[in-house]
């Protein structure tokens, strides 16, 4: 035992102390961070689309035109910095009553919209002064907004319009705009047709770029939603009439406690629900990445001779299992520190920056049920994929033939993949608890399963089937390991490894 430890220490040692192992454990959560952040900045990059529009029935787009504007304004109140108009020429008193209106509720809010841009009442319960500050200076600050032109507002609010799309006058017919958009100077254009109250007949959109739908769905989202009120208002519907037709049957979500009661659903509730994907993920990568490193290791210590150095001191059982727990530490030190460096992101730095996260992400990931799950399932799934590999890549001597032998192995491994999703989506379901007790299987689908939960009984049976299937193959990897080690050629085929699997075994040393 204590040559195994020996072996198990120096495996580990010779892992961690290389400045590519180091650069390994990063390039995960470096990729994660990539993946979430550069499309956000690619975007944030991208400049805005300008487009031009054609309005054959005479006045939609004026009115369509108030509209963006005053979702504009409803996004300059909601974002608004006094730093943003120190240099730009403002309706006296705004800066100092926008504040105020921001604080308002959302009921408050709209009515203040509605007073401002159509001369609608202003909402009960609002200070003195700011009751007579709006009731004086409507007009005027609706006449200061509505002169701005995209670009400027944009330049007082990140979330106006004017940030992503862009209207420039329409000067000319058709084919200057065609040819605007063919030499790029234009992203697309719109035709309104004569009558959209009636049909949607003339109108049309036109641009060289049909994968990107941005535009088209906003401007089309905005003139719909003002052709249904026009449409109401010709057929006699009340607004409050056609709002109350078209309000869905909205069901307010629970979740059932562990008392068997049924409490309210939050943020961290859904994130509780979906969390076990992405362990089950990281476990995947984990387990994928610790038996190839067990693989290569051993190929290439047999490449160069030195397997023979080692097995002139232990006994090729003794060299196996040291490996196998040497390696089994190195994983374990990869998960902690991906464990600190997803604590310090999602953790330390929104609390340094002063930034509230949607959910409590600490007691997702430190949920004992989860975290205890992800790491008795790493070393369960890594011991029986080490057990699986490590003897049928001792009997190869390159990566090339290992990839060819393993093959079958490395199928099973990209099930769980495949079934992450939908396991995670119904964690009970018939073929999630057929796939528990299937030992290749378990610990990947137990983990997916974690926001079911399992019973306990599952959790007792599928824990001991799998215990099982990894003594089985320990036993049936020493035997491989023991006469494969020392070979060299070519590897054996199924029929000769079959017949090497009926070969005695050595006691450990």
């Given at each position: ?6 072996v ?39 400049e805005?689309?300008?487009?031009a ?25 909601e974002?608004f ?9 403002t ?11 921001r ?5 408050d ?7 401002i ?32 032109g ?25 084919e ?78 629970s ?20 969390a ?21 290791n051993?190929?290439?210590?047999k490449?160069?001779k030195?397997i023979?150095v080692?097995l002139s ?6 060299l196996?299992?040291g ?21 310090g ?52 001597d ?6 060819n ?25 018939t073929?999630?608890?057929?796939m ?11 983990m ?38 020392l070979?060299?050629?070519k ?19």
């Amino acid at each position: 035992m204590n040559r195994t430890l020996l072996v198990a220490l120096r495996e580990y040692i010779e892992n961690v102390r290389t400045k590519g192992f180091w650069i390994g454990i990063f390039t995960l959560p470096i990729i994660f961070l990539l993946i979430a952040f550069v499309p956000i900045l690619v975007e944030s990059t991208r400049e805005a689309k300008r487009y031009a529009v054609i309005d054959l029935s005479g006045g939609t787009l004026e009115q369509v035109a108030e509209i963006i504007a005053r979702r504009d304004f409803r996004d300059f109140i909601e974002d608004f910095d006094s730093g943003d108009l120190e240099e730009v020429d403002t309706p006296a008193g705004l800066i100092t009553y926008a504040p105020e209106i921001r604080a308002l509720s959302d009921e408050d809010i709209n009515k203040v919209m509605l007073a401002i841009f159509e001369g609608g009442q202003l909402p009960d319960g609002l200070t003195n002064r700011l009751q007579r500050y709006l009731g004086e200076n409507t007009g005027a600050v609706r006449d200061w907004w509505l002169t701005l032109g995209d670009e400027e507002r944009a330049a007082l609010t990140n979330s106006a319009s004017g940030n992503f799309f862009v209207r420039v006058p329409y000067t000319d017919d058709e084919e200057s705009l065609n040819k605007q958009i063919h030499d790029g100077e234009l992203f697309a254009y719109f035709v309104i047709g004569p009558d959209p109250v009636e049909s949607s007949e003339g109108s049309k959109y036109v641009s060289s770029n049909l994968t990107d739908q941005d535009l088209k769905n906003w401007f089309s989202g905005i003139i719909t939603e003002h052709i249904h009120e026009r449409r109401m208002a010709q057929s006699n519907i009340a607004p409050e009439t056609a709002d109350w037709i078209a309000e869905p049957v909205s069901f307010k979500g629970s979740i059932l406690s562990e008392e068997g009661t049924a409490e309210d659903v939050d943020a961290t509730d859904v994130a509780r629900q979906w969390a076990p994907m992405i362990f089950m993920y990281v476990l995947w990568i984990s387990i994928l990445m610790n038996t190839q490193m067990l693989v290569t290791n051993t190929i290439e210590e047999k490449s160069n001779k030195l397997i023979e150095v080692l097995l002139s001191s232990v006994s090729p059982i003794a060299l196996m299992t040291g490996k196998v727990i040497g390696i089994a530490a190195t994983g374990l030190t990869i998960i902690g520190t991906w464990v600190l460096f997803a604590v310090g992101l999602f953790i330390g730095v929104p609390a340094m920056a002063g930034v509230d996260l949607p959910f409590e992400f600490a007691s997702v990931i430190a949920d004992p049920l989860f975290l205890g799950s992800f790491l008795v399932y790493f070393l369960l799934g890594y011991l029986l994929y080490a057990a699986l590999l490590v003897g049928l890549g001792a009997m190869c001597d390159n990566l090339k033939e290992a990839q060819n032998l393993m093959f079958p192995v490395q199928i099973v491994q990209m099930i769980p993949l495949l079934v992450m999703v939908p396991i995670s989506r119904d964690p009970n379901g018939t073929i999630a608890v057929v796939m528990s007790y299937v030992p290749p299987l378990t610990p990947f689908v137990m983990m997916s399963r974690a926001a079911g939960p399992p019973t306990m009984f599952e959790y007792a049976i599928t824990t001991l089937l799998l215990i099982a299937s990894i003594a089985g193959a320990f036993w049936l990897a020493a035997k491989l390991f023991r006469v494969g080690i020392l070979m060299t050629g070519k590897p054996p085929s199924v029929r000769e490894i079959f017949r090497l699997l009926r070969a005695p075994v050595s006691a450990p040393g």
